[in-house]
């Protein structure tokens, strides 16, 4: 037995040839990312096989990564922001004038659209949020995509609180309040507002998702675990506050990552008119469940596509031409057309045609009990050509912490698969999709017991014989890297190594400079869980939960990198981190790069990041790298 043949930096962390397709409105078309100037662009292609492709955007600063198709299949909409700082402005592409420049529609410095959507009954516009008035409040606008005239309908009524509007012209008032809970009220025709219903802001720490208007315009979809542990689809009407279930699943959870990440597939599956086909669930893999006719016969046709999970969907108006992706573990993001009048379907693409499935690592789900009988399900990557026994092993851990590792294609598991480490994927108390009771357990526990389920993690995977205690690294990004930091400072005998991406040094600086925006929206998660900086007494609990509190005990090699622009975990976070170790002669490599934010995107920054991590990794842990 051997590893298979080594896996370039490029080979994972390069740009896919093609991703992210969507179908055109009309069904003649398709759009697509894909490089250009080695940044990732919207091309588009007509869907007759043989059709050359041409680039419509041309982004040579940063790649594009989230798009749509207007209602008017000539023109397409993007999301851009300026070297990660999140400021997201929309932009509409004319595909009918090739060669003209994209149009910002929201030239607003320092402002950052949130969300649009085609507005109810008006063809032609679309409903957005953006804080161009004040940043820390988001007013409501109407776009009238054709022309680009962007117009207020209504002020935001303050900080933590929006407004929205529905098919039958009435106003709606959603608020975060002081203690947390979400209340939506019905603005009567005096402007007063008439609540309609409470919803407990402690079982939603990122807010209640999905949180979408019905096409009809006298409801809205709510994921809700109202009653129960579990997440389900509710509808809320809204005349009279009532809620009634909709759909929901006897074990799992609605699948709600999309809220953290919107480059995931989005938890309900609509058509062009809003109407609603199906819903996601989440387990070690996913289940979909068809709530429309039409929609489960066109379901079981996608399914036989591909032995993956059913990911982004889309279709043209009709409902009869589709064109989905699949995640996978080994064979990542397969795209195909799918014709449901005549039954054809077909392979696109694959995005990344040079990687073998054979050759890479198979994801497995296993069930870890803690050490007081939490049960953690999480994901065991083992090499592929070697046997399973005493192996280094990197443990990863994800982000949030309201968020969950699940079933799929990640390249940094390849990587370190490839280079002969085992990689364990711990799904912690506090993460999401597993009951409210899961996530709430972890309230009051950060560097507690979130940090105790990490460590079990690494006790079964050494009682089990996969790993070498001697040789084990930990590895996250955001959260994850805050909890990269705690395993070195909290538990320093236990990791030969630390990789902290974007993490968190100091909980206190971090909520003190969050964006202004972001503040209101605290009390669920980070105020619930951990404290809030500004009451002494849990400022201090937080400082005792801080990895900067405990320099003094690392004394493991730590790597770090951080995004000069990132917005939500400021480049301080690390700054003072390494400044303080490297000071107490401790060994810190650290990289910072200038046109990245909270995470990096560019790809020749990511072949850097990860290029440094293999070679960091191949001193510490003993595997192998590309260029040791």
Avoid: C
Avoid at 78 to 85: A, C, N, P, R, S
Avoid at 233 to 251: F, R, Y
Avoid at 315 to 327: I, K, L
Wanted: no cysteine.
């Amino acid at each position: 037995m051997a590893l298979p043949e080594l896996h370039t930096i490029d080979d994972l962390y390069g740009s896919p040839q093609r991703t992210g397709a969507r179908i055109s409105p009309d069904g003649t078309r398709i759009a697509f990312l894909a490089p250009w100037r080695n940044r990732l662009n919207v091309w588009v292609q007509d869907l007759e096989p043989g059709s050359e492709p041409r680039p419509v955007t041309s982004d040579e600063t940063r790649s594009v990564l989230s798009y749509e198709w207007a209602e008017d299949p000539g023109l397409l909409l993007y999301l851009q922001d300026d070297d990660g700082d999140e400021n997201w402005h929309l932009y509409r592409v004319d595909l009918d004038s090739p060669g003209s420049a994209a149009v910002d529609l929201t030239p607003f410095p320092g402002a950052r659209v949130v969300g649009f959507e085609p507005s109810i009954g008006r063809p032609g516009r679309m409903t957005l949020l953006l804080n161009a008035r004040t940043l820390a409040e988001f007013d409501t606008y109407e776009l009238d995509v054709a022309s680009g005239e962007l117009t207020m309908v209504v002020k935001s009524p303050g900080p933590g609180k929006a407004m929205f509007q529905t098919g039958d012209g009435g106003w709606y008032s959603t608020e975060l309040t002081a203690e947390g809970d979400l209340a939506l009220a019905r603005l009567d025709e005096s402007g007063e507002e008439r609540p309609l219903m409470v919803m407990d802001g402690a079982d939603y720490p990122l807010g209640p998702f999905p949180l979408q208007t019905t096409p009809e315009g006298k409801g809205l979809w709510v994921g809700s675990n109202r009653g129960t542990d579990r997440t389900r689809l509710v509808h809320v009407d809204l005349a009279t506050g009532e809620e009634t279930e909709v759909d929901g699943h006897p074990t799992l959870d609605v699948d709600t990552r999309a809220l953290v990440d919107p480059g995931l597939p989005a938890p309900l599956i609509r058509d062009r008119r809003g109407a609603l086909l199906g819903v996601r669930y989440l387990g070690e893999r996913q289940v979909v469940h068809a709530v429309d006719p039409h929609f489960a016969e066109v379901l079981s046709a996608l399914e036989k596509l591909s032995d993956g999970d059913l990911a982004h969907v889309s279709s043209d108006s009709s409902g009869q031409r589709w064109v989905v992706s699949f995640t996978h573990d080994r064979d990542p993001g397969a795209t195909w057309f799918h014709d449901h009048a005549t039954g054809e379907s077909r392979l696109l693409f694959r995005p990344f045609p040079h990687l073998d499935p054979d050759a890479l690592a198979p994801m497995r789900p296993v069930t870890i009990t803690a050490r007081d009988g939490l049960e953690l399900p999480s994901y065991l990557t083992l090499p592929v050509g070697v046997e399973p026994t005493a192996l280094p092993m990197v443990l990863m851990v994800h982000g949030g912490p309201w968020m969950r590792d699940a079933w799929g294609f990640n390249p940094t598991v390849q990587l370190l698969a490839n280079r002969g480490y085992a990689v364990l994927q711990v799904n912690f108390r506090g993460s999401t999709g597993y009951g409210k009771a899961h996530t709430q357990a972890a309230i009051g526990e950060f560097a507690g017991r979130m940090h105790d389920d990490l460590i079990d993690g690494v006790d079964w995977a050494v009682e089990r014989g996969y790993a070498d205690p001697d040789r084990v690294a930990v590895l996250g990004g955001s959260y994850g890297g805050y909890a990269a930091l705690v395993g070195a400072a909290f538990t320093p005998d236990r990791f030969a190594a630390a990789v902290d991406i974007v993490g968190i040094s100091d909980l206190a600086n971090f909520l003190r400079t969050q964006p202004v925006f972001v503040r209101p929206g605290l009390v669920n998660n980070f105020h619930r869980y951990v404290g809030d900086p500004e009451v002494p007494e849990q400022e201090a609990d937080m400082l005792a939960r801080s990895p900067i509190s405990r320099i003094d005990a690392i004394r493991a090699p730590l790597f770090v990198a951080h995004g000069a622009n990132d917005p939500r975990v400021v480049r301080a976070e690390s700054d003072n981190l390494v400044e303080s170790l490297r000071s107490r002669g401790v060994e810190v490599e650290y990289l910072v790069f200038d046109d990245e934010g909270h995470g990096v995107v560019n790809p020749e920054n990511q072949t850097a990041l990860f290029g440094a991590v293999d070679r960091f990794l191949a001193q510490h842990l003993g595997g192998r790298a590309e260029h040791a």
